[in-house]
Structure formats: C-alpha cells, structure tokens
T-cell receptor, first 109, second 113 residues
Framework: RKEVEQDPGPFNVPEGATVAFNCTYSNSASQSFFWYRQDCRKEPKLLMSVYSSGNEDGRFTAQLNRASQYISLLIRDSKLSDSATYLCAVNIGGNKLVFGAGTILRVKS | NAGVTQTPKFQVLKTGQSMTLQCAQD?????MYWYRQDPGMGLRLIYY???????DKGEVPNGYNVSRLNKREFSLRLESAAPSQTSVYFCASSESGQPYEQYFGPGTRLTVT
C-alpha cells in the first residue's frame, strides 16, 4: 500500500460547483498534513495546512479524519482558475513529507 | 524576497555526462530538500538536509549526490547521467520544526538522451 494515495481524476466540474477530494495515508503517527496546488509545468504551491480541527480559507475547506486516516479538500463555488492538480502531503517523521501523486481538477464554463 | 530559486531552468545532457543543479533560498530556513517528479509518480524525495552541515538520503538517492554549501544553498549533482534521470527536479525549503510546511523552487527540467 502506498503511504499516501489520491484519486488521480480528472474531476471535471462546471463553474460554481462544489467538489471534494480525499487523500488517504497509511502512517497513523503522522502529525502534519497539507494540500498543495500545482499548475501545469509549475512548482507546487502550498494551499492549506490541515489542522485537527479543520481549516477554512475562503472557498476552501480542509478536514482531517484520523480514525479513517484521510484528509479532504472541499472547494465551493469552483472557478475556472481553480483548474490545477491538487497534491496532498503528509509528514512521516522528522521534517520529511510524502506526497500523493495528485488529483486533477478541470473546471469548465 | 525571491523565496527558493533554482538554476538552470532547462538542461539536456547526454548519457554519462555530469552536471550540478543549484538551489538557494532567502527565507532563512534550516531544512532543504531535493525532489524529482515524474508523470503518475508524484514527488519523490532524493536527498534532504535537515540543517546546515547535515544531509540524508531520501526515497530515491541512487545516482545523485548533494552538498549543503551553507544555510542558503543546497546543490544536487548527477555524476553520470542516465536516461532514467530524465525528470523535473524541485528544490524546497522549510523551517526545521512543526508544522514542516515546504516551499518550492520553480524546478529544473532535465532530459538525458
């Protein structure tokens, strides 16, 4: 089993839709979790850190479910500019992160 | 404040050639990392440096060496490039403590023929 797994998608959604991605992780001792956004041929950029109480930033909400070992990212009122690949990352000890392979989101008008 | 910078942006090598990828950060971070990204495989850690003067292997270190030149700079060297090292290479940096948020450079696209 991979340490961090994501549905590769693509998720094709219309503008204005709500879309959610999940990311499962295998190390129950992981303490820190992140969502990154990566545009085509660009570097990953930190979108949100995921706290145990959940985290919201505008249209984006991140949740952590420790019992089932997954994190989620919810995007409300999708914009064309949200089209990107979303990577989850999990701290596996020390200061190392393991990244999922990413979920592709395409928002269409 | 440039964040994390990498040079070169693009490089084409022939099998067996060597090269060094350069990375620098101006965020005063203690920890630095080198990743490679291949289609469908996500980011894989090659080497990292938790602090100045230390380096450790990541998931895929074979064929690579690193140098933490000072707190700002962390270089990746390919001694004898192979086609399997064709990839996009990203450097990242972070604080050394929680929550370990990493910030990435723009990447180097390397092709080995």
């Amino acid at each position: 089993r991979k340490e961090v797994e994501q549905d590769p998608g693509p998720f094709n959604v219309p503008e204005g839709a709500t879309v959610a991605f999940n990311c499962t992780y295998s190390n129950s001792a992981s303490q820190s979790f992140f969502w990154y956004r990566q545009d085509c041929r660009k570097e990953p950029k930190l979108l949100m850190s995921v706290y145990s109480s959940g985290n919201e930033d505008g249209r984006f909400t991140a949740q952590l479910n420790r019992a089932s070992q997954y994190i989620s990212l919810l995007i409300r009122d999708s914009k064309l500019s949200d089209s990107a690949t979303y990577l989850c990352a999990v701290n596996i000890g020390g200061n190392k992160l393991v990244f999922g392979a990413g979920t592709i989101l395409r928002v269409k008008s | 404040n440039a964040g994390v910078t990498q040079t070169p942006k693009f490089q084409v090598l022939k099998t067996g050639q060597s090269m060094t990828l350069q990375c620098a950060q101006d965020m005063n971070h203690n920890s630095m990392y080198w990743y490679r990204q291949d289609p469908g495989m996500g980011l894989r850690l090659i080497y990292y440096s938790a602090s100045e003067g230390t380096t450790d292997k990541g998931e895929v270190p074979n064929g690579y060496n690193v140098s933490r030149l000072n707190k700002r700079e962390f270089s990746l060297r390919l001694e004898s490039a192979a086609p399997s090292q064709t990839s996009v290479y990203f450097c990242a940096s972070s604080e050394s403590g929680q929550p370990y948020e990493q910030y990435f450079g723009p990447g180097t696209r390397l092709t080995v023929t």
